[in-house]
């Protein structure tokens, strides 16, 4: 049975860091690319950023750029993203998305609020 577990989110202020990670299990989780998304009320869910099975490809959406960053650990079937420099607009509900061939495994989210 494959699981995507995320934690790590919670009520930010703006300006604030916040750390996510996804813990994988029933997946050979190397040869897995690597996603966060996230999606917004009344929004479309969207790619955040992704990173490929060995770590040597990552894509990060325009608006986070330079603020999150994504990591994998292999050895431990983890991604993590750290989110810095948070922003309203980045209130969502996260994702982590396990992406190879024609499979593709989500985790159940994680909520992110940015308020003051």
């Known amino acids: 049975q494959v699981k995507l577990v995320e934690s790590g989110g919670g009520n930010v202020q703006p300006g604030g860091s916040l750390r996510l990670s996804c813990a994988a299990s029933?997946?050979?989780?190397?040869?897995?690319?690597m996603g966060w998304y996230r999606q917004a009320p009344g929004k479309q869910r969207e790619l955040v950023a992704s990173i490929s099975s060995s770590g040597g490809l990552i894509n990060y959406d325009d608006s986070v750029k330079g603020r999150f960053t994504i990591s994998r650990g292999n050895a431990k079937s983890t991604v993590t993203l750290q989110m810095n420099t948070l922003k309203p607009e980045d209130t969502a509900v996260y994702y982590c998305?396990?992406?190879?061939?024609?499979?593709?495994?989500w985790g159940q989210g994680t909520q992110v609020t940015v308020s003051s």
């Open positions: 029933g997946i050979i989780f190397s040869s897995y690319t």
């Open positions: 998305k396990a992406n190879r061939f024609a499979y593709a495994h």
